[in-house]
C-alpha cells in the first residue's frame, strides 16, 4: 500500500486538476440555445472526480496508454454527470442541491436538464472513439461496450429503475446489494476495468481489478447512506436526509448506523484483498482510493 499520504494527495490533486482541464477543454459552451453552458455547470467545478482517478490509478498499474486513459477518464465522469442531473430532475428524486449549489433543473429548467444529460451522454462515446489515432479501434471498441453495458439497462440505469420501484419497500440485505451494485457500482466497477483497456493486463489480472471494482463500488454506496444520515447538506454538497424523508431502503435503515459502518469497513478490505491478489507491482494508488472511499468526510 501507499505508505505516503501526502504522496497519494499530491497524485489525486494533479489528476483532478488534469481531468478538469480535459473537461473544460472538451465541454464546449458553443452548443445552441445554451444548451453548452447547461453542460459544463453539470460537469464543472465540483466533485471528486473518483471514477476518472480509478481510470487513471489503474491504466497506470497497468501502464496503459496515458492519452487513451484520459479520455475514458472523461468519458466516465461525463455518464456521471448526465446521470446526476437526471436523477436530480423533479420525475426522479427531485433535488434541489448539487455539488453545493442548484441543480442543473433549478438552473436552467426541466427541458435544458433533460437535453444537457442527453449530450453529455453522447458526447461521453464520441471521446472514445477520436479521429486522430488516440486511441486505436480495437480498444476504442472495448471501452464503448464496457461503459455502455455500466450505464445501460443491466447497470446504472436498471439499478436506479429497481430504486425508484422500491421507495416504501423493505428490501432484504441481498436484494439491496443487487440494486446498487447496478445503480452506483456499476460505473466505478467500469471505471477500473476501463483504465485497465487501455494496457496490457493479462486475465488473471482483470478478474482481481473487477473483484476490486465490485467490492469498492458496494463500499461507496454503503458510505453514502451512512454520510446521508450523519453529514449535514453544506457538508455533503446534496441534500442531507433525503433517502429517509422519501422512505428509500438503505443499508442504515436494514442494518442500523454502526453495522453499516461495519460493513463498509469489511467490503473495504475485501477490495484490498483483491488488490493484494492481482500480482500488479505498485497498487498502492488504487489500495488509497479504496482508503478514501471508504474513509471520506463527505
Excluded at 421507495?167 to 451494485?181: F, I, K, S, W, Y
Excluded at 463498509?264 to 484490498?272: F, K, N, P, R
Aim: aromatic residues 4%; negative net charge; hydrophobic residues 50%.
Amino acid at each position: 500500500m501507499l505508505s505516503d499520504q501526502g504522496a497519494f494527495v499530491a497524485w489525486r490533486q494533479a489528476r483532478q486538476d488534469a481531468v478538469e482541464a480535459a473537461l473544460s477543454e472538451w465541454v464546449s459552451a458553443d452548443a445552441p440555445a445554451g444548451l453548452g453552458d447547461a453542460m459544463r455547470y453539470a460537469v464543472l467545478d465540483g466533485g471528486k472526480r473518483l471514477r476518472p482517478l480509478l481510470v487513471l490509478a489503474a491504466s497506470e498499474a497497468v501502464a496503459g496508454s496515458a492519452e487513451a486513459a484520459m479520455r475514458a477518464a472523461c468519458a466516465v465522469e461525463l455518464i456521471h454527470a448526465y446521470s446526476l442531473v437526471h436523477d436530480d430532475m423533479p420525475c426522479m428524486d427531485n433535488d434541489v442541491l448539487r455539488r453545493g449549489k442548484p441543480t442543473v433543473h433549478v438552473r436552467y429548467g426541466e427541458a435544458q436538464a433533460l437535453l444537457a444529460g442527453d449530450a453529455l451522454q453522447a458526447l461521453a462515446f464520441e471521446l472514445l472513439v477520436p479521429d486522430d489515432g488516440s486511441v486505436g479501434p480495437a480498444m476504442a471498441a472495448q471501452l464503448c461496450r464496457q461503459m455502455a453495458r455500466a450505464a445501460g439497462a443491466n447497470g446504472m440505469a436498471g439499478g436506479q429503475a429497481v430504486d425508484l420501484a422500491s421507495v416504501g419497500h423493505v428490501l432484504d440485505q441481498p436484494a439491496l446489494e443487487a440494486m446498487h451494485r447496478k445503480k452506483t457500482g456499476a460505473l466505478l466497477q467500469a471505471s477500473v476495468l476501463m483504465g485497465a483497456a487501455t494496457g496490457q493486463a493479462d486475465r488473471d489480472v482483470l478478474v482481481h481489478l473487477a473483484r476490486y471494482g465490485a467490492s469498492l463500488g458496494l463500499a461507496f454506496q454503503v458510505v453514502d447512506d451512512v454520510l446521508d444520515v450523519t453529514a449535514d447538506s453544506a457538508t455533503l454538497g446534496k441534500t442531507a436526509g433525503k433517502d429517509a424523508a422519501a422512505d428509500k431502503p438503505t443499508f442504515v435503515s436494514l442494518l442500523g448506523l454502526e453495522a453499516a459502518q461495519a460493513y463498509a469497513d469489511s467490503v473495504i478490505d475485501e477490495a484490498h484483498q483483491a488488490l493484494d491478489h492481482s500480482g500488479l507491482p505498485d497498487a498502492g494508488i488504487l489500495h488509497a482510493l479504496a482508503d478514501w472511499v471508504g474513509r471520506r468526510a463527505y
